[in-house]
Antibody
Framework: QVQLVQSGTEVKKPGSSVKVSCKASGGSFRNYAITWVRQAPGQGLEWMGRVIPSLEETNYAQRFQGRVTITADKSTVTSYMELLSLRSEDTAVYYC?????????WGQGTLVTVSS | DIQMTQSPSTLSASVGDRVTITCRASQTISNWLAWYQQKPGKAPKVLIYRASSLESGVPSRFSGSGSGTEFTLTISSLQPDDFATYYCQQYHDYSTFGQGTKVEI
């Protein structure tokens, strides 16, 4: 059974950066992409981008281009999402998910709060 | 970018009701569409993929249909556990979610 376990809650100052991890157990990254999706309080789901570990390829939503970096470490089966220049609007729960086009396994979510 | 528009935004229903949620894509996405259920404080859970394929373990009261730009999710007989928010997602061109439909009593 695949499990995606994310790192814990973060509280950050505006202008700083955050790096969230997502470790897979019970499976590997082979043949799958890892996607990152965020959800602001009371809002819907927003796709941020993805990494395809086997191809070492990344794709990002246009609105996050230049501010987000998604990586994958195949040796530890862990994906990372780093978001720079944080602002209050980045306060959200950040999810990783295994992608088969659609998302069949999800992490538990990581709350990132941006506040001065 | 492909835009996904769900309707309605909120749906009031009772146990046993047949419920239908619609999702429209701003351009054709063939059948590259999934539906998710999300409960408060939890990650989304996939119900339907490729527009009409039921994910393993999902009750058969959930069904999906459509292709091109128009899609529907139907719950044939609403159960207490089904009160949640539902999202569509296109994966024809990267990924976009609809804005969600909250199913409430």
């Amino acid at each position: 059974q695949v499990q995606l376990v994310q790192s814990g809650t973060e509280v950050k100052k505006p202008g700083s950066s955050v790096k969230v991890s997502c470790k897979a157990s019970g499976g590997s990254f082979r043949n799958y992409a890892i996607t990152w999706v965020r959800q602001a309080p009371g809002q819907g789901l927003e796709w941020m981008g993805r990494v395809i570990p086997s191809l070492e390829e990344t794709n990002y939503a246009q609105r996050f281009q230049g501010r987000v970096t998604i990586t994958a470490d195949k040796s530890t089966v862990t994906s990372y999402m780093e978001l720079l220049s944080l602002r209050s609007e980045d306060t959200a729960v950040y999810y990783c998910a295994r992608e088969k086009g659609y998302y069949d396994y999800w992490g538990q979510g990581t709350l990132v709060t941006v506040s001065s | 970018d492909i835009q996904m528009t769900q309707s309605p935004s909120t749906l009031s229903a009772s146990v046993g009701d047949r419920v239908t949620i619609t999702c429209r894509a701003s351009q054709t996405i063939s059948n590259w569409l999934a539906w998710y259920q999300q409960k408060p404080g939890k990650a989304p859970k996939v119900l339907i993929y490729r527009a009409s394929s039921l994910e393993s373990g999902v009750p058969s009261r959930f069904s999906g249909s459509g292709s091109g730009t128009e899609f529907t999710l139907t719950i044939s007989s609403l159960q207490p556990d089904d009160f949640a928010t539902y999202y569509c997602q296109q994966y024809h061109d990267y990924s976009t979610f609809g804005q969600g439909t909250k199913v409430e009593i």
